[in-house]
């Protein structure tokens, strides 16, 4: 049997599928909101870094996870 | 067969999905409530983190829960 | 049995499924900003670029990791 | 037991169902700019094709990782 | 047990589930638009059949894919 390779990229891949797209939905509010109120820019460019920094920072977990755990 | 890693990882990834997809419809309703109405983001901000700490709160747990269940 | 081939393919197939989602999300904003705002897309350009890259930096992860963790 | 195949091909199917969502995402905000204002296709077209080979670029990347990865 | 198949025949089936979903959100675009405007059908069907076939193509992809890794 050839199968080969670590139960720990899937679960890296399983992590980064829902902080990718809350990502993608974080970034498609602020241009939706700056596209809106170009001059809102200003306030709404930290809450996005925030909320991009709490969303991915779930798969960089997995990531450091997946070292972690016996390999 | 050269099949190694751990389930556990597998369970985190699972678990991390749903919370990262959920952060992100919380910050981008948030960009959004002050995208429209920017003197309102003293009153959103603390219900977007209390709903932040909410849904992160599964991925976490899964984290703990991950080292405790017999590695 | 011929199964044969890599538990690391399925784990980057799964860390791009959000990224892939997350960047339609992304420009599918910036398009609907630019058509709303024609004027708009200079300032819409980076923001879309900026959240592009860090969406997609979850599979590019993923790509490497595989190649790291043990094949 | 008469299973065969490979897993890689599992891989490049998960990897392409978020590309293929992706690139829905973006042609639909592609026609629903251009039903909005058809003087818009101009500037729409080139942001529409950029999304496209972003996002579509994940799939191919998983197509030509599975022929990488050991088969 | 008499449980046999190709895993290939899977990865299709996975590959294949995002490219529907792709097309149904661009015809659905598509529609919305022309109800909107019916006398820009003229310029949305080319838009929708572009797009159409970029996020087949994926699909269509995966079925070559299929015969030609390892089965």
Avoid: C, D, K, T
Avoid at 19 to 37: K, P, T
């Amino acid at each position: 049997m050839e199968l080969h390779g670590s139960l720990n990229m899937i679960g890296y891949g399983l992590a980064s599928i829902g902080s990718a797209i809350g990502v993608g939905l974080i970034f498609a509010a602020y241009i939706n909101g700056v596209a809106r109120q170009p001059e809102a820019q200003r306030i709404l460019q930290p809450i996005a870094l925030l909320g991009f920094a709490l969303a991915e920072a779930l798969a960089i977990l997995g990531l450091v996870f997946a070292f972690v755990v016996g390999v």
